[in-house]
């Protein structure tokens, strides 16, 4: 069983609001990330972490920005949502080890009105 | 860089169908290969993983080998159930310094009564 959380699992908002997706794991991982899953089900990277103080942009381009103060936190923000953003969020993290298994939470559904 | 190539679907069969969902890919290196699920409205959950050549992941009464010599890890079920009805994603992580998660596009399965 993974402890990774994420919140919210669903939210709509309007257009132009700031929101922040929660993701937290309790597993001690220093690595996380961020995919990005459409309508279509293809999932992209949009974020990823190797540790504390460590981002970096991941393979599709995202308006959004991430943070990693702590280890066992990684928030994503949308300063200004648009309806282009609407979509499934999924983080995930690993342990450190190479083939470790990378654990996902359930995902937050982001609709932008 | 890396890359996945899975079988497109959506894939329909029969309970107790046996069940091949194809997968290919392209990396670098010596990657670890993952085939994940993703029922309605949840997050991905691991299915089974192999971390090396020759290497024979199993779980829930799937099967995939990893093939070195023909770049592939195909999911395989002998007889599969209406509970099987899923997404399935097949995933590679490249070796060290290049361990995000690369994913297919996914393969939609409906095992119908």
């Known amino acids: 069983e993974a402890d990774i959380y994420q919140t919210p699992r669903y939210l709509v908002i309007g257009t132009g609001k700031k929101i922040t997706l929660e993701c937290s794991q309790t597993?001690?991982?220093?690595?996380m990330y961020w995919y990005q899953q459409d309508p279509g089900m293809e999932l992209h990277l949009i974020h990823y972490?190797?540790?504390?103080?460590?981002?970096e942009k991941g393979d599709l381009s995202s308006e959004s920005t991430v943070s990693r103060i702590r280890t066992e936190h990684f928030p994503l923000t949308l300063e200004s949502a648009r309806p282009s953003h609407t979509s499934q969020y999924l983080c995930?993290?690993?342990?450190?080890?190479?083939?470790?298994?990378?654990?996902f939470g359930e995902g937050s559904w982001l609709t932008v009105v | 860089g890396n890359s996945v190539t899975q079988m497109e679907g959506p894939v329909t069969l029969s309970e107790e169908a046996f069940l091949t969902i194809n997968c290919t890919y392209t990396?670098?290196?010596?990657?670890?290969l993952f085939w994940y699920v993703q029922y309605p409205g949840e997050g991905l959950q691991l299915l089974l993983k192999?971390?090396?050549?020759?290497d024979k992941g199993s779980n829930k009464g799937f099967e995939a080998t990893y093939r070195k010599e023909t770049t592939s890890f195909h999911l395989e079920k002998g007889s599969v159930q209406v509970s099987d009805s899923a997404v399935y994603f097949c995933?590679?992580?490249?070796?060290?310094?290049?361990?995000?998660?690369?994913f297919g596009t996914g393969t939609r399965l409906t095992i119908i009564p």
């Open positions: 972490s190797y540790g504390v103080n460590s981002t």
């Open positions: 995930a993290s690993r342990g450190g080890q190479y083939g470790n298994t990378i654990y």
């Open positions: 597993m001690g991982h220093d690595k």
């Open positions: 192999a971390t090396k050549a020759d």
């Open positions: 990396a670098t290196g010596y990657p670890s």
């Open positions: 995933a590679l992580s490249g070796d060290f310094g290049n361990e995000k998660l690369t």
